[in-house]
């Protein structure tokens, strides 16, 4: 199967500090990965894409500074939130697209949950 | 871009039962249509996908067909059991070449045993 990890599963920080969560494809290539908030009983909301030796490419309204998007290998996607604020509590998860995949079959960590004191 | 809607939202059955989940979608040009089932605290799975070239896929007690005419695509699973219980979401190519998902709003099912 496809596998694809997250780390931390859940992090707990203070405002103003930053905090980077991982994402990782364990058994397949991913060119490209997705990244998304999920607050509590609603739906998954697509923050960026992030490509593999390129730069991501950030939803309308989701602040590229703010949470920064690093692809540097194949197997593995970074998101930094910076300065992290209460607001920014949420859930957060990734996705990845089997770079040989024909379709859009994309497979999901099992999210990060983060908490802004 | 692409629009999908879901319903219901939430939807409670007798153990044994049947669930049917519906999702329409605007881009006639759309291909591909997962289904994922979210529990608390994790991430979404993949339990099943249809492509637009058949009308119905199965696997074992999960069911989706597709009627491209009225854009639509719907999840039947049968025989449920309380561990279905969870929150499922469809979804849709975003129709931008990206490989982005679009997703429903989801429906919370409840299996009562």
């Known amino acids: 199967g496809a596998v694809v990890s997250q780390h931390p599963s859940w992090v707990i920080c203070k405002s103003g500090t930053s905090v980077k969560i991982e994402c990782r494809s364990l058994?397949?290539?991913?060119?490209?990965m997705f990244w998304y908030r999920q607050f509590p009983k609603q739906s998954l909301m697509l923050m960026a894409t992030s490509n593999e030796g390129s730069k991501a490419t950030y939803e309308q309204g989701v602040e590229k500074d703010k949470f920064l998007i690093n692809h540097a290998s194949l197997t593995l996607s970074t998101l930094t939130v910076t300065s992290a604020h209460p607001e920014d509590s949420s859930f957060y998860i990734c996705?990845?697209?089997?770079?040989?995949?024909?379709?859009?079959?994309?497979?999901f960590g099992e999210g990060s949950r983060l908490t802004v004191l | 871009g692409e629009n999908v809607e879901q319903h219901p939202s939430t939807l409670s059955v007798q153990e044994g039962d049947s669930a049917v989940i519906k999702c329409t979608y605007s881009d006639s040009a759309s291909n591909y249509f997962p289904w994922y089932k979210q529990e608390l605290g994790k991430g979404p799975q993949l339990i099943i996908d249809?492509?637009?070239?058949?009308g119905e896929k199965k696997d074992q007690r999960i069911a989706v067909t597709l009627n491209k005419t009225a854009k639509h695509f719907s999840l039947h699973i049968t025989e449920t059991q309380p561990e279905d219980s969870a929150v499922y979401f469809c979804?849709?190519?975003?129709?931008?070449?990206?490989?982005?998902?679009?997703f429903g709003s989801g429906t919370r099912l409840l299996v009562r045993p």
């Open positions: 058994d397949f290539q991913a060119t490209t």
């Open positions: 996705s990845a697209r089997r770079t040989s995949a024909v379709t859009g079959e994309l497979f």
């Open positions: 979804a849709s190519p975003a129709g931008d070449s990206s490989y982005k998902l679009i």
């Open positions: 249809i492509r637009s070239n058949v």
